[in-house]
């Protein structure tokens, strides 16, 4: 193979790390902007938040409350547990460098500073006031190394394996925050339709930049089945996971010609594709949206580990 398997690793990994940063940095938006509405019943909320992070065992370990700023400064900034904000960008740096010579100086150069960047605005405690600038930088500066990637890369294996990290992650997140929404979040049934219910409606939307788009195409309040709909299988959206699937079999589809082989990979990117491609929001709701996306998460978790078993990525 052109990539050898330490290097497609290191690609894969690199750019799995950046966009779960960027979606955990979304989710702690979700998890800030929900808890405003909810006042003194805000505990739940960042509980949930954790839990969907799953980093719960390691918070309840630490001794943590469920107070908002305490559950901020762990998701953010905390190394202790490997799965913060901060360590999953030094981590995606560290691959970057064991990668260095597979990608180009401008893609190098926007990691490394978003490591920096990183690394400087969480090297405080963070305030409440200075949560929305902090996130915010965050998703922009992982925004600036997918451009260098979009704007320098060849499109060869080395970019298949780095845009198979990015849409793995973002699948997996997308079902996430949808399944934490709908089967944590809303306090009761007898909020269903209410006010609060539109608002963590608009907040999960917000929290996957979809807010803009949904309105687009379905203005007034949001409306559950709606948005289920349009984060699911809506394939004009970059965060639905019916966008995500495509891209991923996409990328196996090139990897598949660059090296004249089909493996399972493939198979299980297909049969995924023709599930969901087919499949319609009534169907999903009717059978349970909470089992269809846990069933997703298991799926794509199974597609991700058998890439790296197909590709032999190295550590």
Known sequence: MTTLGKTAGGLFWMFRYLERSENLARLIEAGFRISLTRGGAAGEEWRSIISTAGVAQAYEASGGTYSGPEVVNYLLRDKSHGGSVLCMIEKARDN???????????????????????????????????????????????????????GTMLRNDIYNFARLGTFIERADNSARILDVKYYLLLPSLAHVGSLLDSSQWETVLRSLSALHSFRWL?????????????????????????????????????????????????????QLLDHIGQTSIEKIFESGLHEFLQSFMAESSRLAQQIEEDYRFIG
Do not use: M
């Not at 990183?118 to 600038?133: C, H, M, Y």
């Not at 639905?240 to 089909?262: A, D, M, N, T, V």
């Open 96 to 150: 970057g460098r064991v990668v260095r010579t597979a990608i180009t100086r401008e893609v190098w150069e926007a990691t490394n500073e978003c490591y920096i960047t990183a690394r400087s605005i969480l090297a405080r405690p963070v305030k409440e006031a200075d949560l929305p600038d902090i996130l915010a930088s965050i998703r922009r500066q992982s925004a600036l190394v997918r451009g260098a990637l979009h």
């Open 218 to 270: 379905h203005p007034g309040d949001p409306k559950p089945v709606d948005v289920a709909q349009f984060l699911i299988l809506d394939g004009r959206f970059p965060r639905s996971i019916l966008f995500c699937i495509r891209k991923i079999h996409e990328q196996l589809h090139w990897l598949e010609q660059e090296y004249g082989q089909r493996l399972a990979s493939q198979h299980i990117s297909g």
